[in-house]
């Protein structure tokens, strides 16, 4: 395979069969929409909708020394997660810098799955497979072993209930059980990258077509319909998610992210980037970075990666991600402001949309919070 051919997911065909407008995406080849991507957002956020997620990259840890190893190639504290559970991560470079944000599920005593953002899924490997030297410990590349779907939107439970004996009520958020959807053996976690309630199942990449399928028609009197990227982005920006390359690089720390919380100093022994990330810590308490904030635009021009944020003429942070918001009617941001202008309802802030000076109102994240 040469480097520039494009990987297919399991799904492939059934993409095309639909009509979906194909992107490449982190080397996959991807739908990034199959009709109107605001179609494909108001029904996640009202109703259902099914991902293809299979780009993501499945890594197992597994072995005596399991946890402890996770704990030092990782911020977070790993070991003190139960077996059934999952937590939100990330691993750094030794200097701190993100190289990326991961979910860790623990499906028994000494095996763990890590998922990986696409994009850096070879970086994430590379890096817990050098940590892992001298350890107890085995770190299997299984992203050819996982097909990955997602079923999101209020509608998503009802859906699954139909197709599954797994007790679904019981699941917490953040949680994950072994069990069988139309048929087929899955990984039914309750995780997702939008907001809304839903479900990520990992399946054998033989058993996709049939589970996408068996979805579909459950899902057929309840609103669902298929979902590409480009919904999947606006959905995760309405709801304050950081995306890998956007809000999260190596030139970042955790805490230079507003995500500090996610670094577990009071976990036993060492782990990569502690030291770093002690100062960056205290940093962060005596001069404040930039802080990461929302912004809705006043006018309808739309603000994108890398633009310009300014108040009074004077550049005071950056754009990470900006599009229309189909929920709010409205383009909104996320950007990295000044300390001083980074406080909800700040006056005087723009955007600079070549070189107009677009107002914007700063918000505290996420824009869009689900009703419970």
């Known amino acids: 395979m040469s480097s520039t051919e494009l990987r297919h997911t399991a799904l492939d065909a059934v993409h095309r069969s639909l009509g979906a407008t194909m992107t490449d995406f982190a080397g996959w080849d991807m739908p990034l929409r199959y009709g109107s991507e605001r179609d494909e957002h108001l029904a996640v956020r009202t109703k259902a909708g099914l991902f293809d997620l299979s780009h993501m990259g499945e890594i197992t840890v597994t072995g005596p020394e399991a946890a402890a190893f996770l704990n030092l190639a990782l911020v977070g504290n790993i070991a003190s997660v139960g077996v059934g559970r999952a937590r939100y991560t990330m691993i750094v470079r030794a200097d701190g810098g993100i190289l990326d944000d991961l ?15 696409a994009s850096n899924a070879q970086v994430v490997l590379d890096a817990l497979t050098e940590r892992s030297a ?4 085995e770190v299997r590349d299984d992203r050819d072993a996982y097909a990955l779907l997602a079923i999101q939107g209020p509608a998503s439970s009802g859906v ?62 309840a609103g669902l319909v298929p979902c590409g990227l480009s919904c999947r982005d606006t959905l995760r920006l309405e ?10 690089t190596t030139a970042l720390t955790p805490f230079d992210a507003g995500l500090g919380r996610v670094v577990k100093f009071e976990k036993e022994g060492d782990f990569v980037g502690r030291a770093a990330l002690t100062e960056a810590a205290e940093r962060a308490e005596q001069n404040p970075p930039r802080v990461l904030v929302g912004l809705i635009a006043e006018g309808r021009r739309v603000p994108r990666a890398g ?23 409205k383009p909104i941001a996320m950007a990295y402001v000044d300390a001083a202008h980074a406080a909800p309802g700040t006056e005087g802030v723009g955007v600079d949309i070549r070189g107009t000076h677009e107002p914007y109102e700063v918000v505290a994240l996420p824009f869009y919070k689900r009703q419970k």
């Open 103 to 117: 979910i860790v599920y623990r499906l028994a005593e000494t095996e763990y799955m890590v998922v990986a953002n």
């Open 134 to 137: 001298g350890l107890d410990v």
């Open 160 to 221: 699954l209930k139909s197709l599954t004996d797994a007790d679904l009520d019981g699941l917490k958020y953040y949680a994950g059980l072994p069990g069988t959807v139309a048929g087929v053996p899955a990984l039914i976690a309750r995780t997702g990258y939008t907001g809304e309630d839903g479900f990520e199942l990992f399946v054998r990449p033989g058993h996709a077509v049939a589970l996408w399928q068996a979805l579909t028609e459950a899902g057929e009197g």
């Open 239 to 248: 709801a304050g998610m950081p995306l890998y390359g956007h809000e999260l």
């Open 307 to 329: 633009y310009q944020v300014v108040a009074g003429g004077t550049v005071i942070g950056e754009v990470t991600s900006g599009a229309p918001s189909p929920t709010l009617g």
